[in-house]
């Protein structure tokens, strides 16, 4: 299995600041990626694809970048609604496997 | 507008089975992969397993943590997913949700959710 280590666990930013999620394939997976976001309560929403490409209806302020075994979450301007937890997943192979995920806290 | 909405969640005992329907809509079910992931609270999402779309078969490949006691299948004619649970354990207990593959391709991303529905075991 494919193993994600993301990283940080938890993250305590202001409105307004840029933050950085990471995450670690145990091996590559060529850019087969994706970033959800998870609000409490609610289901996971895709936020990225294909470490790079923007969901439909995706703010602009998220990005991501990476590939081979090393990829990263930026977000822009932190607003109100993105306060929530995040997580990566290998798209590569099975079995499709998720990191720990990051909880991203108001300051 | 793509819908997802999961039932028959709820208490069972360690050893017992449960069997979870999807009701999908808004979308062409027959062209999609479909997967079942849960989430244990306060945890990350763990796939269970994928069934797969007209063009391939509809067959199904699993998760090894699940692979012998769950089962994945669909009704395609009312656009029903469902996953049967057997010889359930306590480790079982999580949120399980349904989930569409974005491409029509393969298992790759999840781009609609069900709002999951509450699996508790315990005795």
């Known amino acids: 299995d494919i193993q994600m280590t993301q990283s940080p666990a938890s993250l305590s930013a202001s409105l307004g600041e840029t933050v950085t999620i990471e995450c670690l394939a145990s091996e590559d997976i060529y850019d087969i990626l994706a970033w959800y976001q998870q609000k409490p309560g609610k289901s996971p929403q895709l936020l990225i694809y294909?470490?790079?490409s923007l969901h439909t209806g995706v703010p602009s302020r998220f990005s991501g970048s990476g590939s081979g075994t090393q990829y990263s979450l930026k977000i822009n301007s932190l607003q109100p609604e993105d306060f929530a937890s995040y997580y990566c997943?290998?798209?590569?192979?099975?079995?499709?496997?998720f990191g720990s995920g990051t909880k991203l806290e108001i300051k | 507008e793509v819908k997802l909405l999961e039932s028959g969640g709820g208490l069972v005992q360690p050893g017992g089975s449960l069997r979870l329907s999807c009701a999908a809509s808004g979308f062409t079910f027959t062209d999609f992969y479909m997967s079942w992931i849960r989430q244990p609270p306060g945890k990350a999402p763990e796939w269970l397993g994928v069934?797969?779309?007209?063009?391939?078969?509809?067959?199904?490949e699993y998760n090894p943590s699940v692979k012998g006691r769950f089962t994945i299948s669909r009704d395609n004619t009312q656009n029903i997913l469902y996953l049967q649970m057997n010889t359930l354990r306590a480790k079982d207990t999580a949120i399980y949700y349904c989930?569409?593959?974005?491409?029509?391709?393969?298992?790759?991303?999840?781009?609609?959710w069900g709002q999951g529905v509450m699996v508790t075991v315990s005795s």
């Open positions: 989930a569409r593959s974005k491409t029509t391709e393969g298992p790759g991303y999840f781009d609609y």
């Open positions: 294909d470490a790079s």
């Open positions: 069934i797969r779309n007209k063009a391939n078969g509809y067959t199904t």
């Open positions: 997943q290998n798209g590569l192979s099975a079995p499709l496997t």
